[in-house]
C-alpha cells in the first residue's frame, strides 16, 4: 500500500527557511517520479517541483533559485528546501508520486501523478 506523509510545514517571517519532507511508504523512492505541489485558498493545485526516476528536475517560475528538491533513496523520503520565503509562498504543500503515463511528469501536471499526501501547512507572513 502506497503511503506519503509530509511534515515540516510552519509558520515563518518572509525572508525565513523551511524544509519539508515526505516519507514515502509501499515503493521506493528510485523507482517513481516525484512532485511537490502546492494549493493556496480558492487557487488551484498547482505543480512547484518536480524530480524524476534519473534525477532530472523542474521547476515553476514562482520559486525558481529559491526552493531545491532532493530525495534520498535509502531513506525513501524526498524533501524541499524553501529558502527566502514570501507570503506568496502560503499554501498547503503536497507531496505526490507516480510513473507520469501519458504526461510529462517534468511539466507538473496533477494527471501525470497517481499518489499524493496529505499536505502540510506553509505559512508565511510578511
Known amino acids: 500500500q502506497v503511503q506519503l506523509v509530509e511534515s515540516g510545514g510552519g509558520s515563518v517571517q518572509a525572508g525565513g527557511s523551511l524544509r519539508l519532507a515526505c516519507a514515502a511508504s509501499?515503493?521506493?523512492?528510485?523507482?517513481?517520479?516525484m512532485a511537490w505541489f502546492r494549493q493556496a485558498p480558492g487557487k488551484e493545485r498547482e505543480g512547484v517541483t518536480a524530480i524524476l526516476r534519473d534525477g532530472s528536475t523542474s521547476y515553476a517560475d514562482s520559486v525558481k533559485g529559491r526552493f531545491t528538491i532532493s530525495k534520498d533513496n535509502a531513506k525513501n523520503t524526498l524533501y524541499l528546501q524553501m529558502n527566502s520565503l514570501e507570503p506568496e509562498d502560503t499554501a498547503m504543500y503536497y507531496c505526490?508520486?507516480?510513473?507520469?503515463?501519458?504526461?510529462?511528469?517534468?511539466?507538473?501536471?496533477?494527471?501525470?501523478?497517481?499518489?499524493w499526501g496529505q499536505g502540510t501547512q506553509v505559512t508565511v507572513s510578511a
Open positions: 509501499g515503493f521506493t523512492t528510485s523507482t517513481y517520479h
Open positions: 505526490a508520486a507516480g510513473y507520469g503515463g501519458a504526461y510529462d511528469p517534468l511539466t507538473r501536471v496533477r494527471s501525470a501523478f497517481r499518489y
